[in-house]
């Protein structure tokens, strides 16, 4: 039985990019990307520091703003108290520490979460377009404000750049939590408070929240593990949607963070 959970984390997840071509010759340059609007793309390292995934009947962060997410009501299938890097990207595969891990007890349940780091790692190229300009993530990050982005023209910048999630409204307000659907599934996010793990308010005020060090995604889907399963197997997909290509007011284009996908197939 397979169960799919998709985490959308763009700079703005209230307006999701399309997804990019696979020729981005079919832009003349940059201008015309950026005329056509943000994309998703595939980048070539995605990186996040994962703290706990598992499954629950209900939603376990349903109280909002001030609230701690309730755990003890889920099945907790993977829990490490100081996090593991989990790096990955198209045909490489990762796995999370089998001494963190555990199956599910047996039952029906209909939400799958993960507690993950703010900060994402990011490599990726935008192009080449028709002229035979290609953009490398350069190791900086794009500014909260989407004043300036961060690749470069110049292949030998090429480097991973850590890539913070401060806001769901791209860094316009501190808007701390984000709900709706991708792809048929019910998704809710929120940026945990690094002192007491509860769930930051939004302020509504200019400029990207803080005091904050983690992300909680919970996802509705429709996954049972019965007493006979015996294996559970967790891929991590960011094809077509790792990355959110933008370009900045500065006219440099910034490779952002972008959704991922989490596939649990048990046996």
């Known amino acids: 039985m397979v169960g799919q959970a998709i985490f959308p984390l763009p700079i703005k997840a209230s307006d999701l990019a399309p997804e990019c ?14 005329e056509a609007g943000n994309c ?23 109280g909002g703003a001030g609230t701690t997410p309730d755990y003890s009501t889920c099945e907790v299938v993977y829990n490490s108290a100081t996090g593991e890097d989990a790096e990955f990207g198209v045909d490489r595969e990762f796995n999370l520490s089998a001494a963190d891990s555990t199956l599910p007890a047996p039952g029906s349940y ?41 690749m470069s023209t110049t292949e030998t910048d090429y480097a991973i750049s850590t890539v913070p999630m401060n806001s769901f409204d791209g860094g316009d307000t501190c808007d701390s939590d984000w709900s709706g659907t991708v792809g048929g599934s019910t998704l809710n ?29 919970v996802a ?32 440099t284009p910034a490779g952002d963070s972008g959704p991922f996908s989490v596939t649990f197939t048990i046996e």
């Not at 939400?111 to 993530?137: C, M, R, V």
């Not at 509705?220 to 900045?248: I, L, P, Y």
């Open 21 to 34: 071509p696979d020729d981005f010759s079919t832009y003349a340059n940059l201008a015309a990307f950026e």
């Open 110 to 150: 209909n939400y799958a979460f993960i507690l993950f780091h703010k900060n994402f790692k990011i490599q990726s190229k935008l192009g080449p377009f028709a002229d035979g300009e290609t953009w490398y993530t350069d190791g900086t990050a794009p500014a909260s404000d989407g004043s300036s982005g961060n």
């Open 189 to 217: 996010a929120y940026l945990i408070d690094e002192d007491d793990g509860s769930i930051i308010p939004s302020t509504g005020e200019a400029g990207v929240c803080s005091g904050h060090d983690k992300v909680l995604g």
């Open 40 to 62: 998703r793309g595939t980048p070539e390292t995605y990186g996040v520091k994962v703290y706990k995934m598992g499954f629950c009947v209900t939603e376990l962060a349903s």
């Open 220 to 251: 509705g889907t429709s996954f049972t593990v019965t007493s006979s399963t015996t294996a559970m197997t967790t891929t991590f997909d960011v094809s077509k949607n790792g990355t959110t290509f933008w370009v900045g007011g500065d006219g």
